[in-house]
């Protein structure tokens, strides 16, 4: 059976449509969806009222809470750096979290990555190693002291072509390598979302589908919501 993780809803924003859940009382009935189409685990961005990615306390503590009171699946964030470009803020705004998720993600070729992976593993929250192609982060991520303690590794595929993203996708799981014996999670997005899902699906690894990643289906129709999306991978794998 193909493990799926739901990233329900990214950096987008209003202006990508309604069916991106944006309050965290959207991305709990989202997140609820998704599961009962059979997502096994949650990534979401909380965000502010204006609609930004937001690493604030009371954002984080709003969306987890939100999304726990209507899943029983693990609930992880992002801490990305358009959240927080400063990576002495994003540490201590970790630092001050009063409700902690189960895992968040830490791309690998940020600054302060290693920084931030710590002070998660430290507050006790299990790290998702987002490894970009394109950039320095599997390199970085390989030679870390960290990568031994990550809870799994997040191949994500930076090319949104159709035509190449899976290649490139090859190529990056063939830079991770073993990837220090932890778990990994395969995916692309926009236009190089489905073939790289699909190489995922050949070669048996975890996945994610959401909007986050991408807003259509594989034959180009715009999806109804997260649901969709996660029972299109169940049609995929079956």
């Known amino acids: 059976m193909v493990w799926i993780q739901v990233c329900l809803n990214g950096a987008r924003g209003t202006a990508d449509g309604a069916a991106v859940p944006m309050s965290p009382e959207d991305m709990a009935r989202s997140a609820a969806r998704a599961v009962a189409a059979g997502a096994m685990d949650v990534h979401v961005h909380p965000k502010t009222p204006c ?114 993203a899976a290649v490139t996708a090859a190529a990056l799981l063939d830079e991770i390598g073993t990837a220090h014996g932890r778990p990994v999670l395969l995916h692309g997005e926009e236009g190089g979302t489905w073939p790289v899902l699909r190489l995922a699906l050949e070669r048996g690894l975890a996945t994610r589908i959401g909007l986050e990643d991408t807003l259509v289906l594989p034959d180009g129709r715009r999806a109804r919501d997260n649901a969709e999306l996660v029972a299109q991978v169940r049609n995929l794998a079956s």
């Open 51 to 164: 609609g930004q990615d937001t690493l604030s306390p009371r954002a984080v503590a709003a969306t987890i809470q939100a999304v726990r009171s209507l899943v029983g699946v693990p609930v992880g964030v992002t801490t990305g750096a358009w959240a927080e470009p400063d990576p002495a803020v994003r540490v201590e705004q970790i630092r001050s979290w009063t409700v902690l998720p189960d895992h968040a993600s830490v791309n690998w070729h940020e600054p302060g990555a290693e920084e931030v992976a710590a002070v998660l593993l430290e507050r006790g929250v299990a790290v998702e190693a987002g490894l970009w192609s394109g950039t320095d982060g599997p390199r970085r991520f390989v030679e870390s002291p960290l990568a031994s303690r990550v809870l799994r590794v997040l191949a994500e595929v930076t090319d949104t072509s159709a035509g190449t």
